[in-house]
């Protein structure tokens, strides 16, 4: 959908440039036109955009009302763009699509993305937009059905109404636009199957029906889109194979399947997608072998084959091989790869994947290192010390080892400059938290996860130069006290302690994490009261004080005091709600 929008911004500006060259002659807008505007303004009860701000006085042609453009000659509206940025939630407009914007009879562009709190349905008087090309509705709550007569926009060839509340199957009626080169129904709650009315549509470059409850088989006509460079169906409950018709479709540059119910093997024609980039077939059910012939790709460059039930052998990979592939992902599939392939040792990947596939022995010496950005070999049986193999990632930002048979001292472990990321949970690693999480630690780590190993020694102090995110420690030999400088940690949001020996009090000091919604210190010898300091953090969702030594009253306020009486028990003398509540003494 990137694609998308700037293409249309950059039409938008175009057609902003002719309109404003094309004549010097003063033009006032249409009365009937303005009306039109006025009533759609009168619909938003809310804008913090301050964009309908500027639609004052009586010219809406005269380039002040921000989003609209006109026809010189005529003064009627021919454009109507309101675009509200998606990473700033404080702009929005709230409110309803006035049916009076089907008055605007010679509108060539409609798009209103972003808005976030638009809601209500698609007036069915959308239909009298005979000379509309671009309707997008991207990003705003508009829900209930698509009504039908979108269908009869006869010059229309982009509809975008993704990231909205829709519900109901498609309309079949969206086959008869034939001119559609680019349609996007994706984040909504369409039901039921892919129209067959579809069949139509030849003329399409942009498929998106993602993030849907679509049901049924990927219809065989898909293969006739002939123009199709872009094919988005993830995340919906798909059934049935791939039809064959697919492997025909030689523009097509990235296909996105992920999240279905597919099944059956991929045919060798595979090698027939000449121009594709990108294949994301994950979690699925495809079945049997890798096809050799996908190693003949030439212009694939992210592979993501995982979560499904793919099985030996893996395809050989001469030395012309996947010459473009930077990613692969291979995870959790009925692979029983042993060695990491030489192949892909060889390669410079930015991103290997290979979680699950029965990894065994130490690890290997990688060719090209420093390319490496992102690593998964969890949920294997890989063996000894990764200090040296991960010293010379110099690029890498996120390793994940979790699950293996991992033997060395924390102490021996120096972490490469950008590393955001770094998971060996359970795994066999002794040693202490000082030597990775000190002065010297990198600002760029965020997450770090330990648990179920053989960690001992203390917590250390936490200095002001840490930015770490989610710390997960629990379920291994630490020992000491919680120190007061975990206020430090100001942009924690995670902290599991669990399953050690801490000892002391939780401090005053831990109320300060005002970001912090997951906190577990259960199974460990804490004393003392649970402090009310607590009850400063708002963003809680998830405690567990259980099975310590705490006494005292329980902070009584939300959520502390809403959370299961689970999160409690088995301690010294802990009362009030959720628990019994307490004697007088106790208070």
């Known amino acids: ?65 921000e989003g609209v453009l006109c026809n010189r000659a005529t003064g009627e509206v021919t454009n109507l763009v309101l675009q509200c940025p998606a990473n700033e939630p404080t702009l929005y407009m709230k409110g309803t699509l006035s049916p009076s914007l089907g008055n605007l009879r010679s509108l060539v562009v409609l798009s209103i993305t972003g808005t976030k709190f638009i809601s209500g349905s698609i007036p069915n008087s959308f239909s009298n937009l005979t000379s509309l090309r671009q309707l997008v509705l991207d990003d705003n709550s508009l829900q209930g059905n698509v009504p039908s007569s979108l269908g009869h926009l006869p010059l229309l060839d982009t509809l975008s109404l993704s990231g909205n509340r829709f519900s109901g199957l498609v309309p079949p009626s969206l086959g008869n636009l034939r001119r559609l080169t680019i349609i996007s129904l994706a984040r909504n709650s369409f039901s039921g199957p892919i129209p067959l ?79 594709l980039t990108t294949l994301q077939l994950s979690g699925n059910k495809f079945i049997g072998h890798i096809p050799a012939s996908i190693t003949r790709l030439q212009n694939l460059w992210s592979l993501n084959l995982s979560r499904n039930q793919f099985s030996d052998p893996l ?6 091989g996947f010459p473009s592939l930077l990613s692969i992902d291979l995870s959790y599939n009925n692979l029983n790869i042993g060695a990491i392939p030489s192949w892909v040792r060889d390669k410079q990947l930015s991103d290997i994947n290979l979680a699950g596939c029965k990894l065994r022995g130490t690890f290997p010496k990688l060719t090209r290192p420093t390319a490496l950005t992102s690593l998964d070999l969890s949920d294997n049986f890989l063996t000894g010390d990764v200090s040296a193999f991960l010293t010379s990632m110099t690029n890498v930002q996120k390793v994940k080892l979790s699950k293996n048979q991992l033997r060395f001292d924390l102490s021996k472990l120096k972490l490469p400059e950008g590393v955001a990321s770094i998971d060996l949970s359970s795994n066999l690693v002794t040693g202490s938290l000082s030597s990775l999480l000190n002065n010297k630690t990198s600002s760029f780590l965020e997450e770090v996860h330990l648990t179920n190993n053989q960690i001992s020694g203390r917590i250390p102090d936490f200095t002001e130069s840490l930015n770490l995110k989610v710390l997960n420690i629990g379920s291994n030999k630490i020992s000491g006290q919680i120190p007061s400088s975990i206020t430090n940690l100001v942009e924690l949001v995670r902290l599991d302690i669990s399953r050690n020996h801490i000892t002391g009090g939780i401090p005053q000091a831990l109320g300060q994490l005002a970001q912090l919604n997951w906190l577990d210190l259960s199974i460990n010898a804490l004393t003392g009261r649970i402090p009310d300091s607590l009850l400063n953090i708002k963003t809680m969702k998830h405690v567990s004080f259980r099975a310590n030594k705490l006494c005292g009253l329980i902070p009584q306020g939300r959520p502390f005091n809403i959370f299961p009486a689970a999160a409690y028990l088995h ?6 709600k959720p628990l019994p509540a307490c004697r007088k003494t106790m208070k």
């Open 315 to 320: 395809p050989a990979v001469v030395a012309r």
């Open 1 to 65: 959908m990137q694609n998308l929008k700037w293409v249309l911004n950059l039409l938008f500006v175009s057609l902003l440039h002719n309109f404003v060259h094309s004549s010097s002659a003063e033009v006032i807008c249409s009365s009937k036109d303005r009306a039109s505007l006025l009533s759609f303004k009168s619909s938003i009860i809310k804008d913090t955009t301050g964009v309908l701000d500027s639609w004052v006085g009586e010219d809406c042609c005269n380039e002040d009302w």
């Open 571 to 576: 301690n010294l003398c802990l009362c009030g």
């Open 197 to 275: 009315t579809f069949k139509n549509l030849l003329k399409l470059e942009s498929l998106d029906l993602s993030s849907n409850l679509l049901s049924g088989p990927i219809p065989d006509f898909i293969g006739q889109f002939q123009s199709l460079t872009n094919l988005f169906l993830s995340s919906n409950r798909l059934s049935g194979g791939l039809p064959v018709s697919v492997y025909s479709l030689g523009k097509l540059q990235i296909m996105s399947l992920e999240r279905n119910g597919l099944t059956g093997p991929l045919s060798d024609r595979i090698s027939n997608l000449k121009s």
